[in-house]
């Protein structure tokens, strides 16, 4: 009986202390070595053809709060973008917009709490395919330019 | 019944759909040619603004795979946007941002094809249909030089 109440009182407990700020990361072609692509949410400013746009969405549902078995988070995501880059005969992909279902860990436990309720997830990224013209070169962002008086 | 509930459960968080939507291309920088200049970036050269667009195209898939009205990425940016960029004298639309709201993923087209031949043969319904939204917004500029 008192692990029966102990349970959802924990539960409650961690919801009430747990941030309710969600991280989510991918990580990118570094765009070093021969073959590699970009993927940036910047304009290209140096001349390119453009290739056409494209729009990747996964679609799935969270099980028990935390897992993720269908992959709708940013990595899968970027898994699938990069091969349709490559396919497109592009060398990259400008002003990428991502949009993502996050749960907070808040929202994780309450999805571990309701397990029978699966939580619909869904990760979209798009942008236009590009591919530069002359010397093909990363469009790195510029440095920012120093304010205030010199030291 | 339970054991079915749960394996049913688990399938459906395994399958998890992967839709890729197409557009064909934009326009290339520096500009090469005439005709609206369409972008999702900035504008080639000197310009100003003359106003705002949003479309939402609307169609629908019929059978899974035939696609008819405007809910296509094409359909929308270069058919509704583009009519909507001339009528306000614009030379061209920048900073273009699209969403496709419902893509169907193949496993769903598939679907889609065998439903409608499903229900034909044995009469109890017509073809399946799926209502398509897709919207973009963008920039309406003018160059000024």
């Given at each position: 009986m008192l692990v029966r109440r102990g349970v959802p009182a924990v539960l409650v407990a961690w919801m009430a202390a747990s941030s309710c700020t969600a991280v989510d990361t991918a990580r990118l072609p570094t765009?070093?070595?021969?073959g590699d692509v970009f993927v940036t949410q910047e304009s290209v400013r140096t001349p390119y053809e453009s290739l056409g746009l494209v729009q990747v969405t996964r679609k799935g549902v969270r099980l028990f709060g935390f897992a993720d078995p269908a992959g709708t988070d940013l990595e899968a995501a970027m898994q699938e973008v990069v091969p349709e880059v490559r396919r497109a005969g592009a060398d990259g992909l400008m002003n990428a917009r991502v949009e993502m279902s996050q749960l907070t860990l808040a929202g994780k436990l309450l999805g571990l709490l309701f397990f029978f309720v699966p939580v619909p997830s869904t990760v979209v990224v798009s942008g236009e395919l590009v591919r530069l013209k002359g010397p093909v070169t990363p469009p790195l962002p510029q440095a920012p330019q120093p304010t205030g008086a010199p030291l | 019944m339970k054991r079915l509930a749960l394996l049913f459960l688990v399938a459906s968080a395994l399958t998890g759909c992967n839709a890729v939507s197409k557009g064909s291309r934009l326009s290339n920088r520096p500009m090469d040619s005439g005709g609206v200049y369409l972008t999702t970036?900035?504008?080639p050269k000197r310009f100003r603004t003359v106003g705002f667009v949003q479309v939402r195209g609307y169609g629908v898939e019929v059978a899974g795979y035939a696609d008819v009205g405007d809910a296509q990425l094409d359909g929308t940016i270069k058919g509704a946007m583009v009519r909507e960029a001339l009528r306000l004298n614009g030379h061209g639309v920048i900073h273009i941002e699209f969403e496709d709201e419902n893509p169907s993923s193949d496993v769903e087209r598939a679907q889609g094809l065998a439903n409608s031949f499903s229900n034909l043969s044995t009469g109890k319904g017509g073809v399946e249909t799926k209502d398509r939204y897709v919207s973009a917004t963008g920039e309406v500029i003018q160059f000024l030089e």
């Open positions: 765009y070093a070595r021969p | 970036g900035d504008a």
